[in-house]
């Protein structure tokens, strides 16, 4: 199954929700439109909106990625294509609609065991055309939602070394979410020497 994310044409203002009900997507951000837009209407301030994200596990930490920049979460295939040469948290190449997309093991990136392919597994493509890369994960735990006035600091570092990339974090019940930062992973000059040094 494939969840298209982001790039998805704006439906027009004055189109009926019935119209959208075979464009999942566009149906969302077309309410989600219409949500913003009452808010601003009754006067809310942009402290009491909403900050929505995808939960997706690594072992077992748990984050969130901010949903405008992931592009699409796809099904991992059983087998990936090698790179000869690549870094050992590469895992592989996929096609994604004719696309090549490099695939990253997240949890090995970030010093953690490689991650075991299992029913459960995902690829997070990163929203950005140019690199086509995907992120493998444990697991996708749906989209999360919080006011955004209640992000806080980030948690101290656990078993993976991912600090640079987190950008705060929201609580739910006692649990931390730590926001990931796909943007600035993709941007990292670490993440993108993707060949061994030997």
């Not at 808010?39 to 809310?44: I, N, S």
């Not at 790179?83 to 592989?92: N, R």
């Not at 997070?124 to 939602?145: C, H, K, P, S, Y």
Request: net charge negative.
């Amino acid at each position: 199954m494939t969840e298209s994310l982001a790039g998805q044409p704006e439906p027009h203002a004055a189109l009926p929700l019935a119209e959208l009900r075979d464009q999942p997507w566009a149906l969302l951000r077309e309410m989600e439109r219409r949500a913003l837009a009452s808010a601003e209407a009754r006067g809310e301030s942009p402290a009491s909106r909403e900050w929505v994200g995808i939960g997706f596990r690594l072992g077992d930490e748990r984050f969130l990625a901010p949903r405008e920049e992931v592009r699409e979460i796809v099904g991992c295939p059983a087998s990936l294509a090698r790179i000869p040469g690549a870094k050992s948290w590469v895992a592989g190449l996929a096609s994604l609609r004719g696309q090549l997309l490099t695939v990253v093991d997240l949890k090995a990136f970030l010093g953690g065991a490689a991650t075991r392919l299992g029913r459960d597994s995902r690829l997070l493509v990163i929203n950005q055309r140019e690199l086509g890369t995907a992120l493998l994960v444990d697991e996708v735990l749906g989209f999360r939602r919080f006011p955004e006035a209640a992000r806080g600091a980030a948690p101290e570092e656990e078993a993976l070394r991912c600090r640079r990339y987190l950008d705060g974090a929201f609580t739910e019940g006692d649990a931390p979410w730590p926001v990931f930062s796909l943007a600035t992973l993709a941007e990292s000059p670490i993440f993108l020497r993707a060949a061994r040094d030997d």
